[in-house]
């Protein structure tokens, strides 16, 4: 079991620039969720998926955001114009499909620089 | 809405004396509570987590935390800090169907030699 992975783990990127961050769950895991956090903050949730199906999304999840996880495997997460707010760490999680679904494993994050 | 408080943004502890961090959550049903820890550029680290039973759980590290339902707390204790024990630590709590976490805003603990 090599834990959850995430992919890069920096991007500096100029504003209004897309970027694309990956994220792979513990195998068979087919419970998946995104978190943001920004400095000095605590995570806050961004989506989820079971399988290939996103079954809650945040309204921090704005417009330019879109995930994926078309195979009910890994998962993409995109940020399209990126804006300098964006700034942040993005961290992925993954929870064993069964005992309680709260029980998530986190992955080391990509941190996310806009200039 | 459902809400997690860590009162304290920071604090420091000697090496080898006891610690304890408060974390106050609001839910009206019992929650179900967690403590992460998160070394500097790192994931999150599941220390302990709290679903029903016993209100007193034993996590990894050597860490304990008691929930409380009447002071709606559950405050994380070590009888002794190592060194290796600064970094930032998470009380979440879990909301809802599908397994949303609510953060606080984290407590970084410093340990002084």
């Known amino acids: 079991d090599t834990g959850v992975s995430q992919d890069p783990r920096h991007k500096i990127t100029k504003r209004g620039q897309n970027v694309t961050f990956r994220c792979d769950p513990i195998s068979e895991h087919n419970r998946l969720y995104w978190y943001r956090q920004t400095l000095g903050q605590g995570p806050e949730f961004l989506t989820y998926?079971?399988?290939?199906?996103?079954?809650?999304k945040s309204r921090l999840l704005s417009d330019r955001f879109s995930a994926e996880r078309p195979k009910g495997s890994f998962s993409t997460l995109e940020i399209q114009r990126t804006e300098q707010g964006d700034s942040a760490m993005y961290l992925c999680a993954s929870s064993p499909n069964r005992g309680p679904v709260y029980e998530q494993y986190f992955g080391p994050g990509t941190r996310l620089t806009v200039t | 809405a459902q809400s997690v408080t860590q009162p304290d943004i920071h604090i420091t502890v000697s090496e080898g004396a006891s610690l304890e961090l408060r974390c106050n959550y609001s839910y009206g049903a019992t929650p179900y509570l967690f403590w992460y820890v998160q070394s500097p550029g790192q994931g999150l680290q599941l220390l302990l987590k709290y679903f029903s039973g016993d209100t007193l759980v034993q996590g990894i590290k050597g860490f304990e935390a008691e929930f409380k339902r009447s002071q709606s707390s559950f405050n994380l204790r070590k009888p002794s800090v190592h060194w290796s024990d600064a970094a930032e630590y998470f009380c979440a709590s879990g909301s809802g169907n599908t397994g949303k976490l609510i953060f606080g805003q984290g407590t970084t603990l410093q340990v002084k030699p």
């Open positions: 998926f079971q399988n290939e199906a996103q079954l809650e």
